[in-house]
């Protein structure tokens, strides 16, 4: 490593580099966080989350290999896997501005397979993977509340910790391996991703009932029935239904990607997953109804007729 990190007077140190490809939603937040103790540089394509990155602290380069050009840290926070290897891999790809023994933290969510193989094309230049699928929301990542599952190498994850510690609240370690941290992560979304389906339903429903969306809201918040993705979710299912347009928070085409990774980690482990097929098969319908780009809880908008 270029440079190591220590704790001194009752915070991190500011020795350590860290490149975020990716400053969306989840990492423009990220970034932000952990720019108020490291050197953090960071790359997107698109000039919004650049400069709100900026605002925030960030150093915003070029390419991915300006990024990462010396860094001790990179931390993709992109959103498909085929985004990751180009990030990585491409001729202004982050590896081709690294050196041996850097640590490259993935937070995508990419499953199990997908973490593997990027984990084997790292480690001739090299270089460990870190496996950190995270959960929380953007707000949470901005507070850095998140829940991480990492999985990697010790030598690796003892390398990083500090940046974990700065982005979460609570880390689960949950193997050696790459790809064991994705694994959680497919548990975790399918919860999620079920949860939001059912939040959906029954406001919907609540609606079709002649029940207004906001107060089924408020009586089931108080109930048995309440939960993070209800009360997360809840207030922009009820704009959504009222014909607005929330805020995207969490794009639904996010959960069109999540649930194929649970619904095939399924497939793979012989588990049968009834009740994720159905909330996938939901999430397809509101991509084909055009609100792939749209937050997630705008799917209750097709469980109801015209």
């Given at each position: 490593?270029?440079?190591a ?20 939603a ?17 790359c ?13 602290g ?8 300006e ?31 690294l ?23 790292l ?8 496996d ?13 509340d ?11 994850v ?6 974990l ?11 050696e ?33 002649g ?22 979710r ?6 959504a ?16 990607k ?15 997953l009834p ?32």
């Amino acid at each position: 490593m270029s440079s190591a990190v220590h704790r001194e007077s009752g915070g991190f140190g500011e020795q350590m580099v860290v490149a975020v490809i990716g400053l969306g939603a989840m990492g423009a937040p990220m970034a932000t966080r952990l720019a108020g103790i490291f050197e953090v540089r960071g790359c997107d394509p698109v000039a919004d989350n650049a400069v709100r990155a900026r605002e925030g602290g960030v150093l915003v380069t070029a390419t991915p290999r300006e990024a990462a050009t010396g860094a001790d840290v990179v931390l993709l926070a992109v959103r498909t896997l085929e985004q990751v290897v180009a990030a990585l891999f491409d001729d202004d790809g982050a590896v081709t501005g690294l050196v041996p023994g850097a640590v490259v933290i993935l937070t995508s969510t990419v499953g199990a397979p997908g973490a593997r193989a990027i984990a084997e094309r790292l480690a001739p230049y090299g270089i460990a993977l870190v496996d950190v699928p995270v959960s929380g929301g953007p707000l949470r990542a901005g507070r850095g509340d998140l829940l991480v599952m990492v999985s990697g190498a010790a030598s690796a994850v003892a390398t990083v910790r500090p940046v974990l510690e700065r982005m979460a609240s609570s880390i689960a370690e949950v193997g050696e391996r790459a790809g064991d941290g994705q694994a959680m992560k497919t548990v975790n979304q399918l919860l999620c991703g079920v949860h939001i389906a059912a939040a959906a339903e029954a406001l919907a429903l609540a609606k079709g009932l002649g029940i207004d969306p906001q107060a089924a809201l408020d009586a089931l918040g108080a109930g048995a029935a309440a939960s993070f993705m209800l009360s997360n979710r809840g207030p922009r299912i009820v704009q959504a239904l009222a014909g607005e347009d929330p805020e995207v928070l969490s794009r639904e085409d996010i959960f069109v990607k999540d649930m194929g990774i649970v619904t095939d980690a399924g497939r793979g482990a012989h588990v049968a997953l009834p009740v994720a097929a159905a909330a996938e098969q939901l999430y397809q319908l509101g991509a084909a109804a055009g609100l792939a780009s749209r937050d997630d809880s705008t799917i209750a908008t097709v469980l109801l007729r015209p």
